[in-house]
């Protein structure tokens, strides 16, 4: 993930994004990596719609979470 694009991001979840990031399964990075692209407007997305958006499943998103924190 570059470091540009987690530039978009609140500094703490780009610090924990970047902390965490080698540790997430391949489902999960693919959700992780769908974060910066539109920060502004995922906190207003159910799991369900976020998931979709990034191509993974809704329990794919939950883990994320738990791994961000």
Known sequence: ???????????????????????LTRA??????YLPTCPEQIRDLSIVAFANKAGCSEATIV???KHIG
Do not use: I, N, T
Request: with cysteine; aromatic share 4%.
């Open 28 to 33: 999960e990075r693919k959700a992780a990596d």
């Open 1 to 23: 993930m570059a470091d540009q694009s987690l530039a978009r991001l609140p500094h703490r979840c780009a610090l924990k994004h970047q902390a965490v990031y080698q540790e």
């Open 63 to 65: 883990r994320l979470s």
